[in-house]
Every structure is written in C-alpha cells, then in structure tokens.
C-alpha cells in the first residue's frame, strides 16, 4: 500500500506542478526551521530551501526511498545551507583580505593558517557525506550535540557515536594528506 507522500513523489517524478507544490507545502515549514536554525536569517532560509527544493525535484529520481522522504530532503536543505555558509566565508575573507592588508610578518602567518584550513577544508570534503555533515554542524557551525540531534533527526547516542567516528575519520585523513605532502 502505497502513503500519500508516495502518491505525490511519483507526481512529481512525471514534473505534475500540483504534486510538487503539494510536496512542498508538507514539507516547506520543516525545512525551512531547519535552514533558520543553521543559517540564522530568514531571507537566507528561505533561499537555502527553494534551492533544496528545485535540486530535490530535479534528482528525485535518486531518491530511492530506502529512507524517508523528508529525511533525504532535509540533507539536500543542510547542504544548501552550508554551501551558503562557506560562500559567505569566502566573501568576507576576500573583503577582509583586500580590505585590511596584513604586513609581512602577519602573511607569513596568515599563509601558514590558510594552508592549515585548506587541509582541513580538503580532508573535510574527502569524508563520505554522513560525516561532512555531522562535523560541520558541530566543528563549522558549532551546533552542540542537542541541536545537532534535532537537525537530523538522530538520537544522542547515534550523534555522539558518528561524531566520534567523524573526529577520528577526518584526524586520520589530515594525517594521510599531510604525510603525502612530505
């Protein structure tokens, strides 16, 4: 027996506007709380979850229904957010960078933690999406292990375990890249 959400994803896989926009009304709200809570502006939510939307109706066809619907859209929403996040950080380090120039001394430096944070930025892309996730709502964002729970729906047991993995996944990929940069 096929649940009403069913019903409208395979609407919405023959591009039927009525079973998108039904889609999105049954889950626009728990979506965009989520982008808010990451995100902390409404006009920026708001835009993280049209764009999550649009790529959710364009790949609905990977959606495979081994989870439910709404837990799969809601990572397409936190990857929107944190690509927003990430592009807001690279603005404001070109602003303060072209802005504020930094004397010789404070280059070297500079450059030193900028090769450190590309490692780690590198190594952080490198791990599978459970664990990018996880480790940017908590190392990037700074989420504590409740918040982090409520975002994606897992239980504290369940964040305190893959954030540990997470930690020790991405330590031992900072050491690999590192030792192949040697």
């Given at each position: 027996m096929t649940n009403p959400t069913q019903i409208l994803i395979e609407a919405c896989r023959?591009?039927?506007?009525?079973?998108?926009l039904g889609l999105y009304?049954?889950?626009?709200?728990?979506?965009?709380?989520?982008?808010?809570?990451?995100?902390?502006?409404?006009?920026?939510?708001?835009?993280?979850?049209?764009?999550?939307?649009?790529?959710?109706?364009?790949?609905?066809?990977?959606?495979?229904?081994?989870?439910?619907?709404?837990?799969?859209l809601k990572r397409i929403v936190i990857?929107?957010?944190?690509?927003?996040?990430?592009?807001?950080?690279?603005?404001?380090?070109l602003e303060e960078t072209f802005i504020d120039p930094i004397d010789d001394n404070e280059q070297e430096k500079w450059s030193f933690q900028e090769e450190e944070v590309k490692i780690l930025l590198y190594a952080l892309s490198l791990l599978p999406e459970k664990l990018r996730v996880i480790l940017n709502l908590s190392l990037i964002e700074g989420f504590d292990n409740e918040e982090i729970c409520e975002i994606l729906?897992?239980?504290?047991?369940?964040?305190?375990?893959?954030?540990?993995?997470?930690?020790?996944?991405?330590?031992?990929?900072?050491?690999?890249?590192?030792?192949?940069?040697?």
């Open positions: 023959q591009n039927d506007p009525k079973a998108q009304r049954q889950y626009a709200k728990a979506m965009y709380n989520t982008a808010l809570r990451m995100l902390q502006q409404q006009d920026k939510a708001e835009d993280a979850v049209q764009e999550a939307f649009i790529k959710a109706f364009q790949k609905l066809d990977e959606f495979r229904g081994e989870n439910n619907f709404g837990s799969w990857n929107e957010a944190l690509m927003m996040i990430r592009q807001e950080k690279q603005i404001r380090y729906h897992i239980s504290d047991g369940n964040c305190r375990t893959t954030l540990s993995r997470a930690k020790k996944s991405l330590r031992e990929t900072i050491e690999k890249l590192k030792n192949e940069r040697k």
